[in-house]
């Protein structure tokens, strides 16, 4: 860690002339006064200025809080505790800290850890390195503590403001547990659906087409409890001098995201990537509420997929409105008769295919809307979708399927 002085330097402006002057009152600051925070659950507290936002996850097995500053986008402090329903000794404390730097960090495919330093309390202190989008690198520091059963996270994003940074360090310090709570026994890998905010940008690839197309292509979690729809997704390139030279705005493919769902989306910048940009800025606007959306419950389909000659990838199927749930164990669903199939018509049904290469790393996705308008019960209708442009050799695919 580091500490910055700032320098607060006043300009006082005077200028000769006629007529009267005028002086404009100044805006109270915003109170950033301390204040204890609890978690709903009441598994742990802390202290922080008041005028931060925290994102809160409560659930039987995982409770986590997330806090960021004042007109800020990236959370610098996550607390997060899981009950694994044994004390926890020494031994094991050291085998699940290297499971879980190894395996079970939500941020595992970008995190490189560089030290660790075991410290006075018990606990330990890990600083490692973390590959945001955009080509940024966030210095991370880790601190893993056990209260009995409990094993607690708590992390730190070193940021470049020095006031934030005090804060930060401040905050660490006043975080207690309280295991009493109420918290299901769980085990570990409970830790790897930690999220520290509503929306989650993941999986994501920038390439460039042989005609020159710059393509940003990603996906994003849906972390709320809520069905959403029409999610804006942007991305701002930025140069090398903090200057925003071109951007791209879109909404995620498919018709609505479900509560801990995926969708991906594909921003396109027809001109090619300015040259004076080195670094991109991705941004999740607010989406809209949906109703209801059918998929997996209501809809069944097949997919194949195969190469043509000029290296486009095609993927084909056919979706059948027949819910699952009410085929007889054993009996595949595609048998079913009309009259098994229930009574839900779907209109629009779309098709949304999201390719990945053997990183995980997401190099194309579209979608195409079937060519009938409603699907009813038991009914059955093709599609094909043709991906012509990717960003590396396709590895595997998810197709999934949607309609009002």
Known sequence: MRSLLSLLVLVLCAGCGTGAVVFAPTAAPPDASPLRYEHPSGAFALTLPRNWTVYTQNTAALVSASFAPPDSGQPLLTVAAVNLGAEIDAAAFGTLIDQYQAQVRPDVARYSEQNRQAMGDGSWRISGLRQMAGGVTQQVNTFIDREGSWLVITESVIPDSGAWLNALQAAVNTVTVNSAAP????????????????????????????????????????????????????????????????????????????????????????????????????????????????????????????????????????VRNCRVSLSPTGVDASALQPADCGSTPVRQPRVTVTVFDSAGQVIAAAFSDLAVETLLPGESAPYQIVISEMGGVPANYIVNVQGR
């Open 183 to 318: 918290l299901a026994a769980s085990d570990l890998s409970a830790l790897a659906g930690v999220a520290v905010s509503s929306f989650s940008i993941l999986n994501v690839a920038t390439w460039t087409t042989a005609q020159g197309v710059f393509f940003v292509t990603g996906e994003v979690q849906n972390n709320t409890d809520q069905l959403v729809t029409n999610l804006p997704v942007r991305v701002v390139l930025i140069s090398e001098d903090g200057l925003e030279v071109a951007e791209a705005r879109d909404v995620v493919m498919g018709h609505g995201q479900s509560p801990g769902g995926f969708a991906p989306f594909s921003l396109r910048f027809g001109q090619g990537q300015p040259a004076r940009s080195n670094r991109y800025r991705l941004e999740v606007g607010t989406p809209e509420s949906a109703a209801a959306l059918y998929g997996a419950e209501v809809l069944t389909w097949t997919d194949s997929s195969s190469v043509a000659a000029n290296g486009q990838l095609i993927i084909a199927g056919t």
